[in-house]
């Protein structure tokens, strides 16, 4: 029984630090560029900005939920490719050569806030894309993407 205890605790911290990098989205993260056709926002009033969240919780320029059932998911590209091949995706293309040095994968988050049952309070945050250096991130919004860094 102790050897089997102990195998597993060997399997789970080598997996460990993988998943804890995988979705990682819990920081402060800082607007600091905008590219594509801004339709209706005024990119400039939001660049410097930041999006912050913590256990549960978010706050900032897009997105919004204090402890009201926020919950999260996403998606594993393998690659810079295999994510820009998705055509849903296409309006990142300018961000390649960033991706590439952040990658190789991209996880692909959603984000969702119930709004405490609430329904004029439920929020979705969609997509938003981190990196495996765990530094960039990009949120899709318009016609184009704002570019994030957390330190």
């Given at each position: 029984?102790?050897?089997?205890?102990?195998?597993?605790?060997?399997?789970?911290?080598?997996?460990?630090?993988?998943?804890?990098?995988?979705?990682?989205?819990?920081t402060?993260?800082?607007?600091?560029?905008?590219?594509?056709?801004?339709?209706?926002?005024?990119?400039k009033n939001?660049?410097?900005?930041?999006?912050?969240?913590?256990?549960?919780?978010?706050?900032?320029?897009?997105?919004?939920?204090?402890?009201?059932?926020?919950?999260?998911t996403?998606?594993?590209?393998?690659?810079?490719?295999?994510?820009?091949?998705?055509?849903?995706?296409?309006?990142?293309?300018?961000?390649?050569?960033?991706?590439?040095?952040?990658?190789?994968?991209?996880?692909v988050?959603?984000?969702?806030?119930?709004?405490?049952?609430?329904?004029?309070?439920?929020?979705?945050l969609?997509?938003?894309?981190?990196t495996?250096?765990?530094h960039?991130?990009?949120?899709?919004?318009?016609?184009?993407y704002?570019?994030?860094?957390?330190?």
């Amino acid at each position: 029984m102790k050897s089997v205890l102990g195998i597993a605790a060997v399997i789970g911290a080598l997996l460990l630090p993988n998943l804890a990098r995988a979705d990682f989205i819990d920081t402060t993260w800082t607007v600091i560029g905008w590219s594509g056709e801004a339709w209706f926002s005024n990119t400039k009033n939001i660049v410097g900005k930041s999006q912050k969240f913590y256990k549960g919780e978010a706050s900032g320029i897009f997105y919004s939920c204090d402890n009201a059932g926020q919950s999260s998911t996403y998606t594993t590209y393998e690659t810079v490719d295999a994510f820009l091949a998705n055509p849903e995706f296409e309006l990142f293309k300018p961000a390649e050569k960033d991706l590439r040095l952040s990658g190789p994968k991209v996880f692909v988050h959603r984000i969702t806030c119930d709004g405490g049952s609430n329904p004029a309070k439920r929020r979705v945050l969609y997509p938003f894309v981190t990196t495996e250096k765990r530094h960039s991130a990009y949120y899709l919004y318009e016609g184009g993407y704002f570019s994030m860094y957390a330190p």
